[in-house]
T-cell receptor, first 114, second 112 residues
Framework: GAVVSQHPSRVICKSGTSVKIECRSL??????MFWYRQFPKQSLMLMAT?????????EQGVEKDKFLINHASLTLSTLTVTSAHPEDSSFYIC??????????FGPGTRLTVL | AQSVAQPEDQVNVAEGNPLTVKCTYS??????LFWYVQYPNRGLQFLLK??????LVKGSYGFEAEFNKSQTSFHLKKPSALVSDSALYFC??????????FGKGNQVVVIP
């Protein structure tokens, strides 16, 4: 089946620094990638949708200058959390979709901001 | 707007007993419905989906789900639960823009 990877799997950073998370589709071309945020024991909250070569579409309430998304190729999207603060600590999950109806999810990145 | 509801927070079941995780949906048009499972600190794993065709959908790890249009439900089932089935289960529906709208999730605890 289709495989999506995320890197890093876990990151700890100091408040005020920026963190970049990569999402890669390993064996297919992802026309669309999605970024989600998940708080403990809660559902996934869609943050933004990114299409290769165009600007990401952010969900209401998500700061686009805070969460920078770049979808530079059909196999790579990055999420950069800028000037991270403790309230940004969360589990971030990406998913990728080819031309079909199914999304394939990455294993997630646990971000802890001290 | 497309949405799904998972009415229970936690489902407890004894190992070997049938497992049911409930999901109801609200959509305009034909629903595309999905079930995913999440183990601790992991991403979501696809279990099964309904797009069209037979109302009974068979998926991974012995799971199946029944699409019921009159009750607007898409309950996930497994005839005999395993301890390893203990996880968080999410129902989802395809929303505009090919996004997924997720339910709140159900924690399944299978008791040995």
């Amino acid at each position: 089946g289709a495989v999506v990877s995320q890197h890093p799997s876990r990151v700890i950073c100091k408040s005020g620094t920026s963190v970049k998370i990569e999402c890669r589709s390993l064996d297919f071309q992802a026309t669309t990638m999605f970024w989600y945020r998940q708080f403990p024991k809660q559902s996934l909250m869609l943050m933004a949708t990114s299409n290769e070569g165009s600007k990401a579409t952010y969900e209401q309430g998500v700061e686009k200058d805070k969460f920078l998304i770049n979808h530079a190729s059909l196999t790579l999207s990055t999420l950069t959390v800028t000037s991270a603060h403790p309230e940004d600590s969360s589990f971030y999950i990406c998913s990728a979709r080819d031309n079909g109806s199914e999304q394939f999810f990455g294993p997630g990145t646990r971000l802890t901001v001290l | 707007a497309q949405s799904v509801a998972q009415p229970e927070d936690q489902v407890n079941v004894a190992e070997g007993n049938p497992l049911t995780v409930k999901c109801t949906y609200s959509v305009s048009g034909n629903p595309y419905l999905f079930w995913y499972v999440q183990y601790p600190n992991r991403g979501l794993q696809f279990l099964l989906k309904y797009i069209t065709g037979d109302n009974l959908v068979k998926g991974s790890y012995g799971f199946e789900a029944e699409f019921n249009k009159s009750q607007t439900s898409f309950h996930l089932k497994k005839p005999s639960a395993l301890v390893s089935d203990s996880a968080l289960y999410f129902c989802a529906v395809r929303a505009p823009g090919n996004r997924l709208a997720f339910g709140k999730g159900n924690q399944v605890v299978v008791i040995p």
